[in-house]
């Protein structure tokens, strides 16, 4: 058995769909319990981000994915938050070895989305993880017929919000199987690894 958590920030509804579409990947492998973890405005005071619930989750895991829209070219303040909530564990180095993901998405194709796949890698390497890129060829490329990395990402997982403004929430079809792929090899990757350590 191995854990999968997912801990995002999501604003008008589009990063959640996409962390659902990676959970419902990670879900697919065999002996995966995946956890959704929304940042939520109740986990903030003063500005700062706080919860040893989630932090408690987040240390049993085998896997953590971090998700966040692009807002002017980098996280959401949001996300940031919590990420400088983690120096405690970074001190101690307590996600040490532990597989990395991240998700992002924006309203435009590009939306410099690269810098904020990048801020979060860089996260994951300063507390020590191993992290996991998508493993998938861009859409022209591969032919894919759904549009799976249809943005060309190679880092993590990009999409767009094609939603129109005040309307509900949607996702592309193949931001949704990329997602959903990307959700599946992260879990692979950590049953692999759960098996190496109990063998």
């Known amino acids: 058995m191995s854990t999968v958590s997912i801990v995002y920030f999501s604003g008008t509804g589009t990063t959640h769909l ?3 579409a990676i959970a419902q990947g990670a879900r697919s492998v065999e002996g995966t319990d995946v956890q959704l973890l929304r940042i939520s405005p109740e986990q903030f ?12 989750k987040l240390a049993e895991s085998d896997a953590i994915v971090f998700g966040t829209p692009t807002f002017m070219g980098g996280p959401a303040a949001q996300f940031k938050a919590f990420a400088d ?4 564990v970074w001190y101690t180095q307590g996600w040490r070895n532990k597989l990395a993901g991240g998700f992002t998405i924006s309203g435009s194709p ?12 860089i996260l994951a390497a300063q507390h020590g993880m191993t992290w996991v890129n998508l493993g998938v ?5 591969s032919g ?16 767009q919000n094609t939603s129109a403004p005040n309307s509900a929430p949607t996702l592309h079809p193949g ?25």
Not at 85 to 88: D, L, M, S
């Open 18 to 20: 996409l962390a659902e």
């Open 45 to 56: 005071q003063g500005g700062r981000w706080s919860d040893d619930a989630v932090l408690a």
């Open 85 to 88: 909530a983690t120096g405690g």
């Open 110 to 121: 590009s939306g410099d989305k690269a810098s904020t796949l990048a801020y979060l890698s």
């Open 137 to 141: 060829l861009p859409a022209l490329a």
């Open 144 to 159: 894919s017929p759904v549009g799976e990395n249809r943005l060309g990402s190679y880092v993590g997982v990009m999409a």
């Open 175 to 199: 931001d949704a199987v990329t997602g959903e792929n990307y959700g599946r090899r992260i879990a692979e990757l950590a049953a692999r690894l759960a098996a190496v350590e109990t063998a």
